[in-house]
């Protein structure tokens, strides 16, 4: 494995630190209470993070989402890790009828409610639903989703890879809150097929989570999801054009939840 590819996570990390550490430091001089929670300062972290980030990876990933989201997403489409809610900008409006943005980090609730605002998706029409739980949190999803098996559709955009025990959360997932003949559409890093990439990812994992609020790079997310074994039908593939090399191997597909 060449070097460059093998050290890239260095420079997003002095990236991160650029954009997220004089933000972070400023929210810890207003609220000093956030020394005495970690994983709230690692979400402001993010939030800083997320801005020029999520807006990239955004518009690097048009096209995955015009071909992945557009033309399957339908009914109540529940975007897990909503992030900004980029996501909703790629539902088409003749098949979705709500968007519930699942983002624990409160954080970025405004941005959630100005870019699927712009989307057409609004609280005051009941079109958009933020929530700020954890994918994990199924009892409080299901009851603010009003009942089990509410959803049609779940988005998963490079999400699953900070989400806790992520294998028992989709399977809860799938089972409680996905509708028989539902689907999830998935884009994440993935851990790699091949042993040295690999190696790297889970060289870096430990370090790399601590910038990216838990985010995992030696995950096999697509072959968890895969063996959930509900499906009556899945299309699982990988990014074109990608390189082997890539520290982020992406995997995407969709996985419809037999009837
Ligand atoms: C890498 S970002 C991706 C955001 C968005 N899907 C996008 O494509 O822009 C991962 C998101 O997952 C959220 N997240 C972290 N822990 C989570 C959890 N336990 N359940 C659901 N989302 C979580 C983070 O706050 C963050 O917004």
Same mark, same amino acid.
């Given at each position: 494995?060449?070097?460059?590819?093998?050290?890239?996570?260095?420079?997003?990390?002095?990236? /991160?630190?650029?954009?997220?550490?004089w933000?972070?430091?400023?929210?810890?001089?207003?609220?000093?209470?956030?020394?005495?929670?970690?994983s709230?300062?690692? %979400?402001?972290?993010?939030?800083?993070?997320?801005?020029?980030?999520? &807006?990239?990876?955004? *518009?690097?990933?048009?096209?995955?989402?015009?071909? !992945?989201?557009?033309?399957? &997403?339908?009914g109540?489409? !529940?975007d897990?890790?909503?992030?900004? #809610?980029?996501?909703? $900008?790629?539902?088409?409006?003749? @098949?979705?009828?709500?968007?519930v &943005?699942?983002?624990?980090n409160?954080?970025?609730?405004?941005?959630?409610?100005?870019?699927?605002? *712009?989307?057409?998706?609004?609280?005051?029409?009941?079109?958009?639903?933020?929530?700020?739980? #954890?994918?994990?949190?199924?009892?409080?999803?299901?009851?603010?989703? #009003?009942g089990?098996?509410?959803?049609?559709?779940?988005?998963?955009?490079?999400?699953?890879?900070?989400?806790?025990?992520? $294998? &028992?959360?989709?399977?809860a997932?799938?089972?409680e809150?996905?509708?028989? =003949?539902?689907?999830?559409?998935f884009? *994440?890093?993935v851990?790699? %097929?091949?042993?040295?990439?690999?190696?790297?990812?889970?060289?870096?994992?430990?370090?790399?989570k601590?910038a990216?609020?838990? /985010? /995992?790079?030696? @995950?096999?997310?697509?072959?968890?999801?895969?063996?959930? #074994?509900?499906?009556?039908?899945?299309?699982?593939?990988? $990014?074109?054009?990608?390189?082997?090399?890539?520290?982020?191997?992406?995997? =995407?597909? @969709?996985?419809?939840?037999?009837?």
């Amino acid at each position: 494995m060449h070097l460059s590819a093998a050290l890239a996570p260095l420079g997003d990390m002095r990236m /991160c630190l650029q954009i997220a550490l004089w933000p972070t430091l400023k929210a810890i001089l207003r609220r000093p209470s956030l020394l005495l929670h970690p994983s709230l300062i690692s %979400r402001e972290f993010m939030s800083h993070v997320w801005v020029p980030f999520g &807006a990239g990876i955004d *518009e690097n990933t048009r096209d995955v989402k015009t071909s !992945l989201i557009s033309p399957n &997403a339908f009914g109540v489409v !529940l975007d897990v890790g909503a992030g900004y #809610g980029h996501s909703a $900008k790629y539902l088409d409006h003749n @098949r979705v009828t709500k968007y519930v &943005a699942l983002e624990p980090n409160t954080n970025m609730h405004p941005g959630i409610r100005r870019i699927a605002g *712009e989307a057409g998706f609004s609280e005051d029409d009941g079109t958009l639903l933020i929530v700020p739980y #954890g994918a994990e949190d199924i009892a409080l999803l299901t009851s603010a989703l #009003g009942g089990p098996h509410t959803v049609n559709t779940i988005i998963s955009f490079l999400s699953l890879c900070g989400v806790p025990d992520p $294998k &028992a959360t989709m399977r809860a997932l799938t089972d409680e809150v996905l509708a028989p =003949g539902g689907e999830v559409l998935f884009f *994440e890093h993935v851990l790699s %097929r091949r042993p040295d990439v690999a190696w790297w990812q889970r060289v870096w994992t430990p370090v790399w989570k601590y910038a990216f609020d838990g /985010c /995992c790079l030696d @995950r096999p997310t697509d072959i968890w999801l895969e063996e959930l #074994g509900i499906w009556q039908s899945t299309d699982v593939w990988s $990014k074109e054009d990608e390189p082997e090399e890539h520290m982020w191997w992406h995997r =995407g597909g @969709r996985l419809v939840k037999a009837a």
